[in-house]
């Protein structure tokens, strides 16, 4: 049968799909991109914020269009399954299976008992049997599943469960199944990646676990995301100082400034401890690029915790920073709180930090103009530098001959917003 597959949601869910398109193909089912020629259609969904939510659902009516045609069998897995399994098999009758991220172990034997296919019934997800989905440059590794900060806004921990980190021993594995297969780029996963190996070793790993991949051959860059502030240690600043193999690239989820709305979200920084970190790491490592993710109208946040975050936005001047307004979900510390903010007022909010990083953005990006930068193509006239992350940063268009999968030197010649635009001066 031909199977097709449609992953919502973040890299650590896309993960969990290349498993399943793994698990399918070893039993010998036909991988196809093209929902029409699917006889299963299988949607790993996201559950975490409301415009997750309704992306899902909208994607699974859309999906469901197919079977009048020739799909068989839809199949619905993910987040959002785990928070609202059993409303949605009374409000999606077109869906023939619904399976929890929980119930992952029991996947296959589920997808059997639908289908009536005759195969094994033990296997489990296996992070080596994944096919990568990203093309043919870069490869995601996911080191640890779920969440021990609980903040109180977020609902990850009661949906993908406590803090878990995978061995060192079995990552590595990993990382050399994806070199072998031509992988130039690892990006390093988690919901917490700074807080790796605490729970197995009894101390953060991931300065060691990043220096051990780097002797990896064929790996030539590797970065890590979703770095918490408060575990950004010593040893992992220098760690990324050092390694030439290590993108000199930050991506830190602050949320927020003030030390009032911190404390309400519960989570462990301050907004002192958040500029010193920032100054330390532009002191430690020169041309560091810095990422951040804020979110604006948390119950409670007053006119006077917005403009203290509008004033260190304009004083941090991040070269990447993305904003979301608070979404109240169910389940979650904070969706009783008290003064809940005006929708209206956290979209002008919203709008206005982004108004503001846009001119930021702008500044950072002329400052590129004449650089030489180290380009990794991903095809014909275009590729990534170091301070670019997959679908969440720019791009730079590049003139000049440049193969894909190489690496090639560029002079940064302009920009266009937020991508740079550069000509190839040699293969790096």
């Known amino acids: 049968m031909k199977v097709g597959f449609v992953s919502l949601g973040c890299s650590k869910n896309l993960v969990d799909t290349e498993m399943m398109i793994g698990l399918f193909k070893k039993n010998n089912f036909e991988i196809v991109n093209n929902p029409k020629e699917a006889e299963i259609i299988v949607i790993n969904t996201c559950g975490f914020i409301e415009s997750a939510k309704e992306e899902a659902i909208n994607t699974i009516l859309e999906m469901a269009e197919y079977k009048k045609e020739n799909c068989k069998y839809l199949i619905v897995t993910g987040c959002l399954v785990e928070r609202y399994k059993e409303d949605l098999i009374k409000s999606l009758p077109e869906v023939d299976l619904f399976v929890k991220f929980s119930e992952y172990n029991s996947l296959w034997e589920q997808i059997e008992n639908v289908i009536n296919h005759n195969n094994q019934k033990d296997e489990k997800l296996d992070f080596l049997n994944r096919v990568i989905s990203t093309g043919t440059n870069y490869a995601y590794i996911r080191i640890a599943e779920g969440c021990n900060n609980f903040c109180t806004f977020c609902a990850i921990p009661y949906i993908r469960g406590r803090f878990t980190s995978r061995k060192i021993e079995d990552i590595l594995e990993e990382a050399k199944m994806l070199a072998k297969k031509g992988y130039k780029e690892l990006i390093i996963i988690a919901q917490d990646t700074t807080k790796y190996g605490t729970d197995i070793y009894g101390k953060p790993r ?7 991949i780097s002797k990896i051959d064929g790996i030539e860059w590797i970065r890590f995301l979703y770095a918490y502030p408060e575990t950004i240690t010593d040893e992992l600043i220098e760690e990324v100082k050092n390694n030439d193999k290590i993108c000199k690239y930050f991506d830190i989820p602050m949320q927020h400034i003030s030390d009032r709305i911190l404390k309400k979200m519960n989570r462990k920084s301050t907004g002192e401890s958040i500029r010193k970190l920032i100054t330390k790491l532009r002191e430690k490592i020169p041309n560091v690029v810095i990422r951040s993710t804020l979110m604006v109208g948390f119950p409670g946040e007053t006119e006077e915790d917005f403009e203290e975050l509008y004033e260190f936005v304009k ?27 005006h929708p209206m007022t956290k979209k002008k909010r919203y709008n206005k930090i982004m108004a503001l990083q846009q001119k930021i953005s702008e500044e950072n990006m002329k400052k590129h103009i004449g650089k030489t930068l180290k380009v990794l193509v991903e095809e014909p006239g275009v590729g990534r530098t170091y301070m670019d992350v997959p679908d969440i940063d720019g791009v730079i268009y590049i003139e000049g001959n440049a193969k894909q999968n190489t690496f090639v030197n560029c002079k940064v010649t302009g920009f266009k917003e937020y991508d740079l635009i550069g000509k190839v001066i040699v293969e790096a």
């Open 206 to 212: 991931l300065a060691e676990l990043l220096h051990e």
């Open 315 to 341: 004083w941090a001047k991040l070269d990447k920073l993305g904003c979301f307004t608070y979404s109240k979900e169910e389940g979650t510390a904070a969706f009783n709180m008290e003064n809940q903010v």
